[in-house]
């Protein structure tokens, strides 16, 4: 039986925005309104094998109540959103996705913070570093801090220093770069 994503949304009762694409997919961006106009919005990226609606209980309702609006973004093939179900067809489309969604989300809201749950640290320090002036700050919530002993050359603390900031794109660093959501899993 085919997950049939648009008749779900469709059904779907709750207050949402959906990111039409440039590559014409749909991505669905749950919301949580406080009841006054908020200053600041939370942009939630959810974990590998989840979607946004679980983060309502567990994060959304408690900033609500403290004057945040907060918005989910199930991650394309999550939850509402087109895709191959858990794939990404590429990093160059998942940078696209955050900057879609962000353009989206700024529209709505005059301070934004990012927040990357588990995998979803990844979209959210990529949202940050590739538009610092759009987002206000950054909050990671249970993230990999390391990968699986073997699994990749152990990089040197400048290696791994200059792959969180982005800096050094040199041959030599780049042997020792562990590869994008490398760092594990949920």
Do not use: C
């Not at 648009?6 to 709750?14: A, C, D, N, P, Q």
């Not at 959810?46 to 609006?69: F, K, R």
């Not at 991650?75 to 969604?101: F, V």
């Amino acid at each position: 039986m085919p997950f049939d994503v648009t008749r779900l949304r469709s059904e779907y009762k709750g207050p949402f925005e959906l990111v039409s694409t440039a590559d014409d997919k749909t991505l669905f961006v749950r919301r949580w309104n406080a009841e006054r106009k908020a200053k600041v919005s939370v942009l939630i990226f959810h974990g590998i094998t989840g979607y946004s609606g679980p983060y309502g209980p567990m994060v959304a309702e408690q900033l609500v109540a403290s004057g945040y609006d907060v918005f989910g973004l199930d991650l394309r093939g999550h939850g509402l959103s087109d895709g191959r179900r858990g794939d990404y067809p590429s990093e160059e489309r998942l940078r696209s996705d955050i900057a879609e969604t962000l353009a989206l989300v700024k529209s709505k809201s005059d301070r934004l913070v990012v927040m990357g749950h588990s995998l979803g640290a990844l979209p959210a320090i990529m949202a940050m570093k590739n538009h610092p002036d759009e987002i206000s700050g950054l909050i990671i919530v249970s993230a990999a801090k390391k990968v699986r002993t073997g699994v990749y050359p152990k990089p040197s603390r400048g290696a791994m220093l200059r792959t969180l900031l982005g800096v050094g794109d040199s041959e030599r660093d780049s042997a020792h770069r562990v590869p994008q959501g490398g760092a594990g899993g949920d």
